[in-house]
């Protein structure tokens, strides 16, 4: 597996060893010893999430502000633009963005540690992410900030204009958002 450190050296791009013939592919999607020696720590994921959406659907950039979860974050269907911006105060990175095309096709993964806000836009006619979760959902916790947030500057490869939740219709400002230490 290769790993990438993105713009944000703590948000990391996986690329799996693809084996493939005329009868179609294998590769390992995870493997927990292998993950844990790229980012440097234990994690324990206790909940896969599965979504699917239609293209210019935006969704994001959510977080929980208590119960913060890390997202290991890949498409099996579909192509995205996926993205991570860091809510540590403490951190060099604190209010800046990582994004990547993540794909059927390129079969990337994104590790979006704690901390960060995560978010994607739909590319394809439909597109179906699988998500590991260090923290199981919940909702009393969960945050939301504006996508189009003018000082976070999000370059979201948009289509038009993006199809949003009421949820995320309401997102905050990132100087108005609860963020980490």
């Known amino acids: 597996m290769k790993a990438t450190p993105l713009a944000i050296p703590d948000v990391i791009l996986l690329e799996p060893r693809v084996f493939g013939d005329e009868r179609g592919f294998f590769f390992e999607s995870f493997n927990q010893a292998r993950f844990e020696s ?8 206790v909940q896969d999430n599965h979504s699917r959406s239609v293209k210019n659907v935006l969704r994001g950039l959510h977080y929980q502000i208590v119960q913060p979860q890390g997202k290991l974050v890949r498409v ?17 990175s604190f209010g ?3 994004g990547v095309v993540l794909s059927a096709e390129n079969k990337r993964q ?3 540690p704690e901390g960060f806000a995560h978010g994607f836009v739909v590319l394809s006619d ?3 992410l699988l998500y590991k979760t260090t923290d199981y959902y919940a909702p009393e916790h969960e945050r939301c ?5 003018a000082s976070i500057a999000i370059e979201w490869p948009l289509d038009g204009t993006p199809v949003l939740s009421a ?4 997102g905050k400002a990132f100087a108005e958002a609860e963020h980490f230490a």
């Open 110 to 112: 994104l590790w979006v």
């Open 126 to 128: 439909t597109a179906e």
């Open 167 to 170: 949820k995320d219709r309401q």
């Open 96 to 98: 800046q963005w990582a």
């Open 76 to 92: 099996v269907a579909g192509e995205v633009f996926d993205v991570a911006v860091d809510l540590r105060r403490s951190s060099p």
């Open 38 to 45: 790229i980012i440097d720590r234990h994690v324990a994921f």
């Open 145 to 149: 900030i504006a996508w189009d947030d």
